[in-house]
């Protein structure tokens, strides 16, 4: 298999591919911040570049590959957008936004082994393309190089980070285990989200925030904000899981499932199939010829996925997703009206509009 990395995809502008340029930046001032944080993402862009080179030519090659492959940069936004609540985007506003993309990056590489993923933002996963072990070490290097960047910025920085990255093994730790006897599932589901997902979004809301010197009075509402979004973000990932569209979603009906993680339709099936025959019966194809099939496409598993698409428990959980942005817009509150809580709230919104 070729090695050779994909052409770099760039979008013309993050904020206009985030949904934040149409109809949050309308006056001089809202387009100003867009345009600061455009900038402000290529200057991450720049040093991401920078950062990736190593002595080793193949760590070179293999830590760069995801990276190339593209991405939205939605966590190093964030950063630049909450550090306009301070002195914008400073040098270490952009140091804290390009330790925290690489942080991300890492986990994935990382995931895709733990998960046997074939692809990665429309590219082969780097685990597929060089084997397990590669992958696992191309992420430790990716987590090192983070570190040593945070470790520039002081004690503060560093605490940030490793209090992030606990939470970012923990969630993964904990779905692996799975569900202690006694544990709600649904609880346990959220808060596996809340660790994997919305701990690192939250981490680029803060650093945007601290490392911009703003008020320290933001930074607790940016951070709550940050971890329900964050859970907002992958419940309507398991409603688009569902998609009878790969070309927009980018993959197969039913990735999740069939790959063996039970999302939360899934779940809150199983907790109406102890009442309701029907009920039951989806559950017990799903779990048969969907979640048992090893990824193998068969119309019992097509079909299965079909009818949980259908049923009301997705509808349920693209309801749930609204309700965790909602709570996180209203956790928003302290911050003064102005373009910047504008965009939060753009963001929110265009998280779970990806559905429709």
């Known amino acids: 298999m070729k090695r050779r990395a994909p052409v770099v995809r760039r979008s013309p502008s993050v904020t206009s591919q985030l949904g934040l340029s149409e109809r949050i930046f309308s006056t001089a001032a809202d387009r100003g911040l867009a345009n600061n944080i455009d900038r402000g993402i290529a200057e991450i862009e720049t040093s991401l570049i920078g950062e990736l080179v190593y002595a080793n030519e193949i760590a070179n090659a293999t830590t760069r590959y995801l990276f190339n492959a593209g991405g939205k940069r939605v966590r190093p936004m964030l950063a630049l957008l909450t550090s306009h609540l301070g002195e914008g985007g400073i040098p270490d506003v952009i140091t804290a936004a390009s330790a925290i993309e690489l942080t991300h990056l890492a986990s994935l590489y990382h995931d895709d082994v733990m998960d046997d993923s074939d692809k990665r933002r429309g590219v082969p996963s780097a685990q597929s393309v060089w084997g397990n072990s590669v992958a696992i070490l191309t992420g430790d290097l990716l987590f090192a190089r983070a570190s040593q960047l945070m470790a520039r910025l002081g004690e503060r920085a560093i605490r ?197």
Do not use: C
């Not at 993959?251 to 309701?276: M, Y």
């Not at 809580?341 to 559905?355: D, G, N």
């Open 160 to 356: 940030l980070q490793a209090a992030t990255f606990e939470r970012l093994v923990l969630g993964q730790f904990r779905e692996t285990v799975g569900v202690r006897p006694g544990e709600d599932p649904v609880e346990h589901y959220i808060g596996v989200l809340a660790d994997k997902t919305g701990s690192l979004i939250a981490a680029a809301a803060q650093a945007g925030v601290v490392f911009s010197n703003a008020p320290a009075e933001y930074e607790q509402p940016v951070v709550t904000f940050g971890e329900k979004i964050g859970v907002a973000f992958q419940l309507i990932d398991d409603v688009l899981d569902l998609s009878p569209q790969p070309e927009a979603t980018g993959k197969v009906p039913g990735t999740d499932l069939r790959a063996g993680v039970a999302t939360l339709p899934l779940l809150r099936l199983r907790e109406r199939a102890s009442t309701n025959g029907a009920d039951t019966d989806l559950l017990a194809r799903l779990e048969r010829d969907v979640m048992a099939s090893n990824g193998v496409a068969t119309e019992a598993a097509d079909s299965a996925i079909t009818a949980l698409r259908e049923h009301p428990v997705t509808s349920e959980t693209l309801a749930e997703a609204h309700s965790w942005a909602r709570d996180a817009v209203a956790a928003l509150s302290p911050l003064p009206t102005g373009p910047v809580k504008k965009a939060l709230t753009r963001f929110a919104e265009t998280i779970v509009e990806r559905s429709s």
